[in-house]
């Protein structure tokens, strides 16, 4: 009898553990604020857009893009991938980054974008040669055939350290717009942050 009660005690509490303790899924709509939570010391959508805003609103208030607005025509302007230098596994985000800037020019009338969709056609055919690949390097060459004035593109980079159980990361995205008639740089700046995993 008392073997059944401790199998039966022990059974209860195994079921009330597994309910009430175990991890839940939740929508941003349950839970308004879990996009706000760190899960990792990897790169997630909160910390991209930090990172995005901050150099789109140093971009904009550029001298470069300040002087469009005086123009009697838009510049034509294409928007080039943002090199991954980091060990992480997001070039879909940095992908939606690219729609985001687009958006942004296209939506804020300050500049002629050329689609992404006839730029990527370019640059396969540029590269069939050469495997297909968009290749910095190139940069101006697309540019050039695309008859664009300017291209905007970017590296984003990590530095990680680990110590007594410690992780601490450090990311840094750099964008440039880029003349390409000239291949001078008009405008170039770095957003930072850091992410952590502490006892």
Not at 12 to 38: F, I, N
Not at 66 to 81: D, G, L, V, Y
């Amino acid at each position: 009898m008392k073997f059944q009660k401790t199998i039966l005690i022990l059974f209860s509490c195994t079921a009330t553990l597994s309910v009430g303790c175990g991890p839940t899924y939740v929508r941003d709509t349950d839970k308004p604020d879990v996009d706000e939570y760190a899960m990792s010391t990897g790169l997630d959508k909160k910390d991209l857009e930090r990172l995005f805003e901050e150099n789109l609103e140093s971009l904009m208030k550029s001298a470069t893009v300040s002087n469009w607005s005086r123009m009697e025509k838009q510049p034509r302007i294409a928007i080039f991938p943002i090199a991954n230098e980091t060990s992480e596994h997001i070039s879909s985000q940095l992908a939606a980054l690219l729609s985001k800037i687009e958006t942004r020019f296209v939506n804020g009338g300050m500049a002629e974008v050329i689609s992404r969709e006839q730029q990527n056609l370019l640059i396969a055919e540029v590269e069939k040669h050469r495997g297909g690949a968009f290749d910095p390097a190139n940069s101006a060459t697309y540019g050039r055939q695309l008859g664009a004035q300017y291209f905007v593109t970017g590296k984003i980079y990590d530095s990680a350290e680990r110590t007594d159980g410690e992780r601490r990361v450090q990311y840094m995205l750099f964008m440039q717009l880029v003349d390409v008639e000239t291949g001078a740089i008009r405008w170039q700046n770095e957003a930072q942050l850091t992410k952590a995993l502490v006892k």
